[in-house]
């Protein structure tokens, strides 16, 4: 597995040497037709993630996709992810971002951290889903969330999903996520580092399974850590989005004794409302086209359906790839 992250890792590095931002550039789009789900030419950029989470890694094999299949050349970089992919890439930053269903939903409604500023986005696909996955020390004293008050607990990057869902469960609990707990507003690299070292008494991380990182730290620290059930927050969460969806942690992702209840909230990959219809058409398809070598990428991307592919709203799905998900090849 660390070999595979490795080798996933420097594809990454690759591909983020030249990806600096900036709108793609090539052709108007075609209108309808067979030839309006090829890509033109041109150069696009793919918003990913922290460098220890599934973003990261099945963003750089996408990139590898996109560019080895298309006329497109993708680049992906590393990114503090959810909210700032949006953000950035309505700004004209980025031209495909990874996020979760749950952000996605503030920012076309213009909630939360979109507060009164609608995002003009539109979805590619709906892709696999991630799991909420909150760790402690087992000496932490901390048996379920309310039992975060007053402990060290790293929410996750900056305007990250992460930090979305883990606020919203804080709160949940009864617990304000500011005065009632040690936030640690960390990336996920920096949050294993400070539970291994005893910094940290615990963590919120939404990604896919495994997480490379969160492998790491259960495989070195074995059962000096423990995942916390969340599901008692559900309730809460469905209030605020019915995006939110109930799951578990399968024992054998992290060789625990028992599956581990969580929360589930689904991923999407947006685009900008003007991102050309023919490369919207042509990135979807390949989604399923070349999903066998996604999967060889990150074991995430097995998790990606057709029947699940077009179910992005409060988001709307782009044209384009409307078009691409209706001409998946079977």
């Known amino acids: 597995m660390r070999s595979k992250v490795l080798l996933a890792g420097a594809l990454v590095a690759v591909l983020t040497a030249s990806a600096c931002g900036g709108k793609q550039t090539q052709d108007p789009p075609a209108q309808g037709g067979p030839a309006a789900c090829e890509a033109s030419d041109g150069r696009i950029t793919i918003a990913t993630g922290n460098t220890g989470g599934v973003y990261y890694v099945l963003g750089g094999g996408l990139a590898q996709v996109i560019s ?19 953000e ?30 609608p995002q003009k986005i539109q979805a590619l696909a709906r892709i696999y889903s991630n799991a909420t996955q909150v760790v402690v020390r087992a000496d932490s004293g ?48 920096k949050t294993v580092e400070g539970m291994k070292a005893g910094t940290l008494d615990g963590l919120f991380w939404s990604g896919g399974l495994p997480t490379p990182e969160i492998t790491d730290l259960t495989t070195s620290m074995g059962g000096a850590v423990k995942f916390i059930d969340v599901t008692p927050q559900l309730g809460a969460l469905k209030q605020i989005s019915p995006v939110y969806e109930s799951g578990a942690i399968p024992a054998a992702t992290y060789k625990l004794p028992a599956d581990v209840p969580t929360v589930m909230v689904p991923n999407m990959l947006v685009v ?28 995430a991307a097995k998790l990606i359906t057709k029947d ?20 998946q090849a079977h």
């Open 88 to 117: 950035q890439l309505v700004a004209g930053a980025y031209d495909i971002a990874f996020t979760l269903a749950d952000t996605a939903s503030d920012a076309v409604g213009g909630k939360e951290a979109f507060n009164g500023k």
């Open 142 to 189: 901390i048996n379920s969330v309310a039992d975060m008050r007053g402990k060290r607990i790293s929410t996750g990057s900056p305007k990250s999903g992460t930090e979305v869902i883990a606020n919203r469960i804080l709160a949940g609990a009864g617990l304000k996520p500011d005065t009632d707990v040690q936030a640690q507003r960390l990336a996920l690299g």
């Open 272 to 299: 900008r409302e003007d991102f050309p219809a023919n490369n919207a058409c042509a990135i979807s398809k390949l989604l399923f086209d070349r999903k066998a070598d996604l999967e060889q990428v990150h074991p």
């Open 68 to 86: 080895a299949n298309s006329k497109l050349k993708a680049t992906a970089a590393e990114t503090g992810a959810s909210v700032q992919n949006i």
């Open 308 to 327: 699940h592919a077009a179910h992005t709203l409060p988001v709307p799905l782009h044209p384009g790839a409307e078009q691409g998900l209706g001409m």
